[in-house]
Nanobody
Framework: QVQLVESGGGLVQAGGSLRLSCAAS????????MGWFRQAPGKEREFVAA????????DYTDSQKGRFTISRDNAKNTVYLQMNDLKPEDTANYYC???????????????WGQGTQVTVSS
């Protein structure tokens, strides 16, 4: 069982930056790939970024490449999402999730946090 708690969301102006954190419980954190997803009101949950258990591989959607960076600190059981040059369309509830595989598919992730809200004003 893995419990995930996100933090770091908030209100930011367009062009600004935020760093989201996701703290995980348990002693097997490094065995899980971690992903970030987001969901805006009235829209489906979408993949944002993912990172392998060792941190050696990562994956992004094209719209986030160059703006968002996922990283992890296995000693702290924490995964991060650095978001730069934020746009109003980035406004959403952001969730972290844990999976045995590095994947973009949300249904493969077994554990989910409660989410943290990111609002980008224009």
């Amino acid at each position: 069982q893995v419990q995930l708690v996100e933090s770091g969301g908030g209100l930011v102006q367009a062009g600004g930056s935020l760093r989201l954190s996701c703290a995980a419980s348990g002693r097997t954190f490094s065995s899980y790939a971690m992903g970030w997803f987001r969901q805006a009101p009235g829209k489906e949950r979408e993949f944002v970024a993912a990172i392998s258990g060792s941190g050696g591989r990562s994956d992004y959607t094209d719209s986030q490449k160059g703006r968002f960076t996922i990283s992890r600190d296995n000693a702290k059981n924490t995964v991060y999402l650095q978001m730069n040059d934020l746009k109003p369309e980035d406004t959403a509830n952001y969730y972290c999730a844990a999976s045995s595989l590095l994947t973009k598919r949300a249904n493969i992730y077994a554990y989910w946090g409660q989410g943290t809200q990111v609002t980008v004003s224009s």
